[in-house]
């Protein structure tokens, strides 16, 4: 029996796996995390909306009657491709094929004050960070002077990607209908939502309609959507724009770059734009015999993407069927397909009520889109009792616009939370 090492259980690997459930290989799936993570949904974790357990999936529950498929929780740190074997936390395993679905990560560009200070959302646990940072930043504006409690209020998301935008739309929210009524001692005037973005305009990856539609539904939710405006430094307390200006805060959100999780030991002609790794149309990696990359973490280039496919999960979803089916077909000798991408559209929520779709025939924004983008993202979401919970929070934030979930459990990281942050940041020319 050949064996598949598949290293991530994210959207590609995952469906590689699901893929490859009860055939004649011997599948392991080996993830640093013990679960499947729902990432579109991060932002409504970090802004109270969903217990993170419901948009989190444990992968051994996904495998519990299969005959062939096993998992391992441990982190993979090199390959070595002569000898077949990849190096992980819990030893050396050999495989006949290797499949890379390792996703990517937070991209700070060098900056060591921002990756130290900035707040990333590439994982759940990232974005339980965000939400108990914001919160302990309210429990602590109550009792700071006035100049502090401005800098503790203020919010500041810099991406004017979905990401970016879906955030500042829910902090918004927040702003309006639940921070006032927790904190009735602060003065909500003084709290601002700040979305900083590099280009020209929000969702620069949508038609133009959708793109300012999301701008306008962002202003009118009070968002303070600052274009063309690029980040320099941050110290935990101001951040520094390239034109010298310096907007004061405690929370800086880094929505504005990925790279690839590459791992080592792969040929260096191999990686290329943003970390990731090249591949020709059936997922192989360039100067590889049987070491294929998916998802986001592979750069294929084809007529209609000379720069490869957007990273988004269709694309990995798609390449892991397609792998899995070509593997299927080497089971019976037969001829491999090549993956082709069928953009079905993309769509991001800006608040309630609030969204904006873009169909191959066509782009539709407000209340229907914001019906469209809930019913498609429970439609994705693993496991009907996530659904279900997830609906259920839904449907309650819906008509009471709260929710219960505002819990501080543990301490957030003092190192980026400490009021004295700047004292030991080494951006005197933040300030
Ligand atoms: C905040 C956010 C919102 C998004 N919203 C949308 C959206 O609305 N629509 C959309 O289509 N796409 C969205 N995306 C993008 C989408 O989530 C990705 O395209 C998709 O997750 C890519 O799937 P993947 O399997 O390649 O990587 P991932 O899903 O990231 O999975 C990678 C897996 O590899 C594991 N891993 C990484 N390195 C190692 C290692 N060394 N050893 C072991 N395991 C490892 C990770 O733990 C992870 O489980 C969003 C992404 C983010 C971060």
Redesign the pocket.
């Known amino acids: 029996m050949k064996r598949i090492i598949i290293?991530?259980?994210?959207?590609?690997?995952?469906?590689l796996a699901e893929k490859l459930n009860n055939t004649a290989y011997d599948v392991l799936l080996?993830?640093?995390?013990n679960?499947?993570?729902?990432?579109?949904?991060?932002?409504q974790v970090a802004t109270a909306g969903l217990e993170p357990s419901s948009i989190s999936f444990p992968l051994r529950g996904i495998f519990h009657h299969s005959r062939n498929v096993r998992i391992r929780y441990?982190?993979?740190?090199a390959v070595i491709p002569d000898k077949n074997c990849i190096l992980?936390?819990i030893g050396e395993l050999t495989y006949d094929y290797l499949v890379i679905?390792?996703?990517?990560?937070t991209n700070f560009f060098g900056n060591k004050n921002l990756e130290k200070w900035a707040y990333p959302?590439?994982?759940t646990s990232e974005?339980i960070n965000i939400r108990q940072h914001v919160l302990q930043n309210f429990e602590d504006a109550l009792v700071a002077s006035e100049e502090d409690r401005r800098r503790l209020m203020n919010v500041v998301i810099v991406g004017g990607g979905?990401?970016g935008v879906?955030?500042s739309g829910a902090f918004a929210e927040m702003k309006r209908h639940v921070f006032p009524r927790d904190y009735p001692e602060l003065d909500f005037k003084q709290m601002n939502v700040i979305l900083m973005e590099g280009s020209d305009k929000t969702l620069g990856n949508m038609s133009s309609q959708s793109s300012a539609k999301s701008k306008q539904y962002l202003e009118e939710l009070g968002v303070t959507v600052m274009l063309n405006t690029r980040v320099k430094d941050y110290d935990g307390q101001q951040v520094l724009l390239e034109d010298g200006n310096v907007v004061p805060s405690n929370t800086v959100i880094w929505?504005a770059g990925?790279r690839g999780?590459a791992?080592d030991g792969m040929p260096v002609d191999a990686i290329t734009h943003g970390n990731r790794f090249l591949v020709d149309r059936f997922s192989l990696v360039k100067e590889c015999a049987n070491i294929y990359a998916?998802?986001?973490?592979?750069f294929m280039v084809t007529e209609k993407y000379p720069q490869s496919h957007?990273?988004?999960?269709?694309?990995?979803?798609g390449q892991?069927a397609v792998l899995a089916k070509n593997f299927r077909q080497a089971l019976q000798s037969k001829p491999w397909q090549p993956y082709e991408y069928k953009d079905k559209g993309?769509?991001?929520t800006v608040g309630k009520h609030k969204a904006v779709v873009d169909l191959g025939f066509g782009h539709f924004q407000g209340f229907f889109a914001w019906f469209v983008w809930m019913g498609l993202?429970l439609l994705l979401l693993m496991g009907m009792k996530n659904k279900i919970f997830v609906f259920v929070d839904w449907l309650i934030a819906y008509f009471s616009n709260d929710s219960t979930l505002r819990l501080i459990f543990s301490p957030v990281n003092k190192k980026k939370h400490s009021q004295g942050a700047s004292q030991d940041a080494s951006t005197s020319s933040a300030r």
């Open positions: 290293i991530g259980g994210g959207f590609a690997g995952l469906k080996i993830d640093k995390l679960h499947h993570q729902f990432q579109p949904l991060f932002y441990a982190e993979v740190s992980t936390s679905a390792t996703g990517v990560t959302m590439k994982s974005a979905p990401t879906e955030l929505a990925i999780n791992i998916i998802g986001d973490i592979a957007p990273q988004v999960a269709n694309v990995a979803l892991a993309s769509m991001a993202h």
